[in-house]
């Protein structure tokens, strides 16, 4: 290497390092640290009065089992609810990238998203009222359909959810969806397959990078949600996020709640991760997590 | 230097659910109609000037709950001392004591509940009153002394009662048409003519101590084996629950729930919005409170504290205060300026023979880690 | 790949035929019209500017479009209101539309596999690679698309069209994006190709030196309208009008208002009042006193000398000025500003005796009556 | 079919939204039972003090992490795109986790390391002050914006890469042939071609935050974010108080939303 290449090259490090340093710092003290501190409170003890007192010990790992429900809920509620928040997303981005005209496609657009700058805690109040007794059971009532529920329970609880994220679900895909070569879609019925088959073989493959990242989004802030199950569940369908708010803030047992929530990253870790690799290897090549 | 521990658990327990619920008010609902006819009734209201202006500075600060104060009782202390009142409402008692700890708040007036006091004398963060500076404290105008009780330390005044308020059950008798007088009914009309129709708070306290009392044990028990009863219950009531949650209000109101665990205010709100929910005090007895002013050690105004709650403790401006916030008190000059369909209210003002039984909330109680882990297996049951 | 013939015994020896087919988007006539039929087994070429409708045309016979007025018919059959899937008819797109989520073998076979019944997947394997023989690239079935060069992903389209037997093959603008180079190569082994299979080709492009050199018939078009439809002698030689012969080859016009005509021809007078005098092209229409017209010289017609040495017996001479000249190997290309004519392009063989010409220099131009066109405008 | 089941789909996302303004304008007080037309909500919310000092701090907070995100995520995603290497990698590793990480796992992290800090420095500060009553660091604003800041600058980064990959790095050649300097590189080309990620970033930001309740609920001090008061509203049985706010939120954004929407258009050449 000449000098003069030498010379470019460290400057360039020297300006990447500067430019780098706010956002390490950020991280540093704002993500390592906080997470090593949870790491290392998962591992103590909970103090007489409450709180954390210095130990070691993997006691709080091994009574994880305690917490059961929370993270069987989770762990089923969060992947149906990716799956439902897909399967009626994928139908609407679909009409917007390939049915809807081009001069209507903004605005409906727009309106997709629109409901996602409303205070998240005032929709799901509006579900509240939906789906208790004086909302949608009133009507059916009057209908003829007597005595139904929805309110506190799990399927109140997954109206919230694909409510919430199906914005999250349609925005993605639909950019997957419109940046697809629509000569592709000709190339395929040229060669005979019918519009069934194309969209099979054709646009649902290449709408793979999109309906993966929806599916992340969702999935990622479904683990770790709390209002939802707060405010549509009534308590009593209990989310690992639910259960850390109680153990921090009621039980006062912040070592116990430290390993739940490490559980819980670990968990997010290792799937998300799986399911990318997963997804790779099928034509979702180039995903980013936005 | 104070105890980091301590600090932080006081940091968190602050979110503590629940405590908010509580601090319901009637506001324009719950005493709409008798607030109209009192604010003609009442002569005088207005205190004559005590302070020439600027006397106090041009602020005094109140850190207080939420819809717990009149505010034109606040522009009229602004009126006569010049002082503007920036009020300042907080959640929870632990989110209150924590920020107190934490220090530089500027507060010079707040707002504690009985069972923190204790706390906040032990933390060094509170000093005895000065009663000189408040004529209008008079210690024998309380109607029951236990209201007061909680502010008064090893013989030195910390605090002074603002209002109480009790923790029971209200009833929809349209759909349970028996009126229910104990937890024990409660309880087991939960699990069979009520199923599906009941909520309890999100909140160890009230939920496992009227759980004990099914039981006839005490509203603050922690031993252990009369726990493990309670918990058995309350394992067996989850299934027959509408919810568990301190946000009744709404669930009670659409007719989605029968009966809840509910506090005073809200007891009331629900009442006189619709008549046939009731509010029940368990005749086994439960939770009864009662909230203070007290000065912080670093108030930046004493002077204007003094000032403050002197003035709220007024009768005529308490008696105001009384029927914005809705809440019991226990002054006596109070009582006797209400207007008898109020004086007599059998929510706000039960029969002496329901209050005896209730309880003061511990603090202990509050940290046992027991209790905690009772209540999350009951919630994750 | 003999057996990718299409069946002789098909009806009617027209694989292609359009009958006053309109087809309109929004305000825009995108085809005006249009008839035409299509020879089977043959060559064929649609040759115009952007926009002309060539595309829309072949978009209609691959049923991407159809249309709003007229008839098509594929072998003999109406495709009018059926969908491009089930047409006989396949395409080699623009920018090839390869899909990127498959490898080579998959897109080549993914025609064969939209079949009812399904081929087995041993067959359809076999048919790939004799698909791929067929484009000369055997080695490359398991690459992916992305990882070709622009004429691999040429040939890939080609095979992965081919593989189905279509009746008609259509392609649209399929060498656009390659180099000079191998433009030239492909042009060779696309019409190589046709021969081979007997397939009619049905190709749209802008480019009329690659019209010309594949084509058996050539189609104009302007403004959604065939404007004329013939073999590339035809055209070359016999225009229909000015836009023809400005489109097919290179040729200086001399435009003017028709003074006299007869049976063989028309006498122009220009702007500068100059008379010029040529005969009709053979397919051409045909001029009324007073019309607008031009005179149609192709450079390769016009000779150019030094003042002192013109021949004797040329029905046109000017003086003019040599402006620049342009060295192309075999021949070079002359600029002259001749009076009365304007700016003229000159073609001369390498042997002519004014390659010796300067700019700067005078010269005198000219030609014979006989090697121009009287062609109307349009 | 399709056009009917995205009706449908837009029937879902509206009906709460119709709810909420329907009884905004509801002139009893129940939130739950309609009584007549009144726009009094909207002048008690206009004159509720603690409501507007909750969303002048939430704006006060989602306009200042925003901002942070976007700067120090915009000069991050510029600095990698140079990087190879070890750095990069755990850089990269880093934004991974910080978007994965549940919200409320990065409230309670950060609550506790915090406050784990505060106690040392504030015991720090104690032995050095000279005075009598040191100064004593809190959880507050700056509590709420750094943890805002953290995913919000995850996002940014992620954003504003994905836009310089899709940047033709001849433009910057032909910059520099043209004798532009780095600096006027930057300034004339790279920043406007990232502009459209940049602004992205910015508002997602702005957005996650000013929603944002659950990391808030954990490291807020004293001052009350909107949907913390919200949150505790609904608690205390709502009145269409709370509706009213929520219709004027969303009218806020909507036109927020439409004026940056023109402000794009306009801003881009007719090229692209």
Known sequence: ????????????????????????????????????????????????????????????????????????????????????????????????????????????????????????????????????????????????????RFINTPFSVLVGIVYAYLPLMVFPIFVSLEKLDKRLLEASEDLGASPFATFRQVTLPLSAPGVITGCMLVFILLMGEYLIPQMLGGGKVFFIGNALVDLFLQSLNWPFGSACAMALVVIMVVTVTLYLKATRATGGRDVSLV | MSDPRKEFIAQLRRYQMGSISRRHFLGATGLGTAMAVMAGAVPGLRPRAGFAAGEIGDKVSLTSWPNYHDPANLEKFT?????????????????????????????????????????????????????????????????????????????KIYALHKDWGTTGFVQNTKELPDKLTSWKEFWDIAKDKASGRVMVHDYQLTTIGNALKYFGYSFNSNDEKELAE?????????PHLFAISSDYQPGMRNGDAWMSVAWTGDGKQLHNDIPEIIYVLGK????????????????????????????LLDPDVNTAELMVHGYPVADKRVIAKLPPEIANDPIMYPAAELLSPLEFGASDVLTNPLRAEIMARFKSA | MAATAPDQTDQGSYDVEFRSVVKHFGDVKAVDDVSFALKRGSFHSFLGPSGCGK??????????????????????????????????????????????????????GYGLRQRKPRPSESEVAARVAEALELVRLPQLASRRVWELSGGQQQRVALARALINRPTVLLLDEPLAALDRKLRREMQIELQNLQREVGITFVLVTHDQEEALSMSDTIGIMKDGKVVQFGTPEELYDAPVNRYVADFVGESNFFPGSVASTDREGATLVTASGLTLRAPYSRLGTRLSPGDRGSIAVRPEAIGLWRPTRVPAGLDVTRPARL????????????????????????????????????????????????RALALGEG | MLRGYAIFVYLFLYAPIALIVLFSFNSGNNASDLQGFAVTWYIKAAGNTLMLGALKNSVIIATASAILATFMGTMAALALQNLRGPLRVLFDGLTYVAIMVPGIVIGIATLIALVTTFDVTNALIADLWPGEAPPKLGLGYGSIIAAHTLFAMALVIVIVRARIAGMDRALIEASADLYADPLATFRQVTLPQLAPGIIAGFLLSFTFSFDDFVIAFFVAGSQQTLPIYVFSSIRRGVTPEINAIGTAVMLFSLTALITAQVLLRRGKRPAQ
């Open chain 2, 79 to 155: 009126e006569m001392t010049g002082a503007a009142v920036e009020l300042t409402v907080f959640g929870s008692n632990e989110e209150m004591y924590a920020k107190l700890q934490a220090g530089g708040t500027g507060w010079d007036v707040f707002v504690p509940t009985n069972y923190t006091i204790q706390n906040y004398v032990d933390a060094d963060l509170i000093d005895p009153l000065d009663t000189a500076q408040i004529p209008n404290f008079d210690p024998a105008s309380y109607s029951d002394p236990r209201m007061s009780e909680p502010g008064t330390i090893g013989g």
């Open chain 2, 230 to 238: 309670a918990e058995k219950l309350l394992i067996e009531v989850k």
């Open chain 1, 1 to 148: 290497m000449t000098d003069a290449a030498t010379i470019q090259e460290t400057r360039q490090r020297r300006w990447a390092y500067a430019l780098l340093a706010p956002s390490a710092f950020w991280y540093l003290a704002l993500l390592i640290l906080p997470l090593i501190v949870v790491m290392v409170y998962s591992v103590g003890e909970r103090a007489p009065t409450g709180g954390y007192q210095a130990a070691f010990t993997f006691d709080n790992y091994l009574n994880l089992g305690a917490r059961w429900t929370a993270f069987k809920n989770t762990l089923t509620l969060a992947p149906a609810g990716t799956l439902i928040c897909l399967l009626a997303g994928y139908p609407l981005a679909y009409f917007l990238a390939v049915k809807a005209s081009p001069k209507t496609r903004l605005l409906l657009l727009i309106l997709v998203i629109v409901p996602f700058w409303t205070s998240f805690l005032i929709r799901t109040y509006a579900w509240m009222f939906i789906l208790g007794g004086r909302g949608l059971p009133q009507l059916l009532d009057f209908i003829g359909i007597e005595g139904v």
């Open chain 3, 55 to 108: 595309t829309t045309s072949l978009r209609l016979i691959a049923g991407f479009e159809q249309p709003d007025a007229g008839a098509i018919e594929i072998a003999g059959q109406s495709v009018v209101g059926v969908p491009a899937y089930r047409r006989p008819v396949n395409m080699v797109f623009q920018h090839y539309a390869l899909f990127p989520h498959m490898d080579v073998a998959a897109n080549v």
């Open chain 3, 323 to 370: 402006l620049n000249r342009i060295y192309l190997g075999d021949h070079s290309e002359f600029q002259i500003e001749a009076e009365g004519l304007g700016p003229v392009l000159v073609r001369l063989p390498k042997s002519d005796e004014a390659q010796e010409l300067e700019p700067g220099d005078q010269v005198v131009m000219g030609w014979n009556h006989e």
């Open chain 2, 284 to 311: 086994e007895g439960g939770e009864i409170w009662s909230d203070f002013y007290a000065i912080p050690k670093a108030a930046p105004n004493k002077k204007g504290a003094y000032a403050l709650i002197n003035f």
